[in-house]
Each structure stands twice: as structure tokens, then as C-alpha cells.
């Protein structure tokens, strides 16, 4: 009977091919390794930090009514993806679980927040300094403990990353989802807990991600059930 090793030098098996065999027959199916960038990633020339400023001005510019991190289905995924290289997905607000479905363009590397953070002077003017405001973050981010994100059934890391720069701007229209009040331009600093897919094969995949602080009244799940194409 022909052996697992014997079946990997035959048919070229590596660690991303699973097989089913016996004495007579071979079925071999591909599963494919989900990449992604790490802290120490530079994706198409900026810092991981920097998409997440990026992110952040993506999602505080759409209106609160049409929003993707208050959707439940993923018809407003697809607002204001304007990056080439680079789809954005929103989280939630907390609360009940999500499913929602997107189509997302080949060749796009995919972020998205496990939970995150984000303050402004406009929302909280009497955070005067740059120091107040990174120490009222980072202690909100410090609170969680809980996260978890899949993709295609295996398990991502999740890497807590901060505003690269520390401090930037972000503008809101009136009705913002940012809690910006009468909206405007304000100075923000961010840090969270994020993933950064590279593109994904074209097809169907499945995205899960879930997390919370450590008494639980900040608790958010999402599954994402998308297409490449």
C-alpha cells in the first residue's frame, strides 16, 4: 500500500494539500493558505498603521444612514472603496451578531478592525492635550480581551496596531457615525485590533471575526459571507 510520504514525493503534496487515500484509490483537494500581513508589513509602500488611518477617514466620511459598520445585511460595503489595492470592511457597534454578503474585486488586499477605537477632540473637547488623548485610547484598547478571526476556517493573528502617525485628521459630514457633533474636521488619534488580509482567491470565502472588553458591554461579532470576482 502506497504511504503518506510516498503519496507527497509522487504527487508534489505540501503542507497546504490535504489527501484522502487507500490501497486503490487517491483523492487529493487544494486548500488554500489564507496570507496576511503582519506589523513589520509595508502593504503597497505604507505602514499598517497608516491603512488604519486610512480606514479610519473611509469610515468617519460616509453618513450614519447609509454606514457600513451600522449595516446587517453588506449592501453599503461597497460605499466609497476607493483604494486600488486595498477593500475596507467595517465591524459593528456592538451588539447583536451580523451576517452580511459582499462582492469584492480580485486582487484586493482586505482590512478590517476586530475592535477598535478611535477619538477626536470635537467629541471630547475637554481632552486637551495629544497625551490625554493617547492615554484615554489606549486605555479603552487595553480593556480588551477578547478576540477571535477566521477566515475559511482557519484561524488569523490579530494584531493590535496604533495610528501611524499617532495624531491625524478625519472629517464627518453632519450625520456621522463617529459621534462627531454638527460633524466638521477634528483631530483624532486611533489604536485597535486588526487583521490584514492579501488578496484572497477569486470564489466564495467566509469571514468571521468576533471580540469584547472584559465585562462584556462591548461585544462584537460579524460573519461575512463574500465573493471574489
Known sequence: ????????????????????YNSNLV???????????????????????????????????????????????????????????????AGTFGGKAVERKCLIPKQRAILFPVLNYEMNTLERPELK???QLLKHVMQD???????????????????????????????????NAVQIPYGGTSYA???GFWVFLKPLPLGKHSIYFAGSCSNGTRN???????TIA
Request: charged share 20%; proline share 6%; hydrophobic share 40%.
Open 1 to 20: 500500500m502506497i504511504t503518506g510520504e510516498q503519496l507527497k514525493k509522487v504527487y508534489n503534496i505540501n503542507y497546504s494539500t490535504k489527501c484522502l
Open 27 to 89: 483523492i487529493l483537494f487544494e486548500t488554500t493558505l489564507i496570507e496576511y500581513f503582519t506589523p513589520e508589513s509595508r502593504p503597497f509602500g505604507l505602514s499598517y498603521g497608516q491603512w488604519t488611518v486610512k480606514w479610519w477617514q473611509w469610515f468617519a466620511a460616509i453618513p450614519a444612514k447609509v454606514n457600513p459598520g451600522a449595516d446587517e445585511t453588506g449592501e453599503n460595503a461597497g460605499i466609497d472603496q476607493f483604494e486600488p489595492n486595498v477593500w475596507f470592511l
Open 129 to 131: 492635550t495629544e497625551s
Open 141 to 175: 484598547q487595553d480593556d480588551i480581551i477578547n478576540l477571535d478571526a477566521v477566515v475559511d476556517g482557519q484561524r488569523i493573528p490579530i494584531y493590535r496596531i496604533r495610528s501611524d502617525p499617532s495624531f491625524f485628521n478625519i472629517t464627518a459630514p453632519g450625520d
Open 189 to 191: 488619534t486611533a489604536d
Open 220 to 226: 462584537v461579532k460579524a460573519n461575512y459571507h463574500i
